[in-house]
């Protein structure tokens, strides 16, 4: 394998998140810094966030919406982040939040955090839940918290967060 940063080599989605362990206020505020200063096209910026710590309102909002196979995992989380664009051109939009939450997910691994992505929420359900203007698109939401104990998970999601990693080899990502 090629030379990679430690930074993206050892970044791992895990479902088993510490069910006690807080994320601190500059914790939050450092994975926010950082998809903040994600590359934008145009400079646009079009990501927006939700960011609930657990247990307050925002993060009970986030939860209920998440499929319920996710929410019995995600309830660990210490802080659930909704990442939605602001509508505009939808394809560059939704490229310029995948980069923002992209670079929170890096940010998490720096600070000894772990980042979990979930596509699997009631879209509808949180915007109107968390009240977002009718431009606001939520299209991700990222559980992040410290490692928990893998063995808590159920049969399936331990075999699954214990099994070797896997990545397509680079010649089977090239186009022809």
């Known amino acids: 394998m090629a030379d990679l940063t430690p930074l993206l080599a050892f970044r791992w989605s895990p479902r088993a998140f510490h069910p ?4 601190t206020g500059d914790e939050a505020a450092s ?3 950082a998809a903040r200063w994600a590359p934008s096209a145009g400079n646009v910026q079009p990501w927006r966030f939700a960011l609930g710590h657990r247990d307050d309102e925002t993060w009970k909002r986030i939860l209920v919406s998440l499929a319920e196979a996710d929410q ?4 660990h989380a210490a802080a659930l982040v909704v990442g939605a664009h602001t509508g505009g051109d ?3 939009y939704a490229y310029d939040l995948g980069q923002s939450i ?5 940010q998490a691994t720096a600070l000894g955090l772990y980042a979990h ?3 699997g929420f009631d879209r509808a359900a949180l915007a109107a839940d968390l009240d977002l203007s009718p431009g606001i698109r939520p299209l991700v939401v990222t559980a992040v918290g410290r490692l928990g104990d893998p063995s808590a998970l159920p ?3 331990l075999r699954r967060e214990t099994a070797l990693r896997h990545r397509h080899p680079v010649h089977a990502l090239l186009l022809h």
């Not at 006690?20 to 994320?23: N, R, S």
């Not at 019995?72 to 309830?75: H, L, M, P, T």
């Open 20 to 23: 006690t362990a807080a994320l």
């Open 90 to 92: 939808p394809e560059r």
């Open 117 to 119: 992505q979930i596509r």
């Open 102 to 106: 992209a670079h929170l997910t890096v």
């Open 72 to 75: 019995g995992w995600a309830r």
């Open 31 to 33: 994975l926010l810094e």
């Open 155 to 157: 049969g399936e999601l």
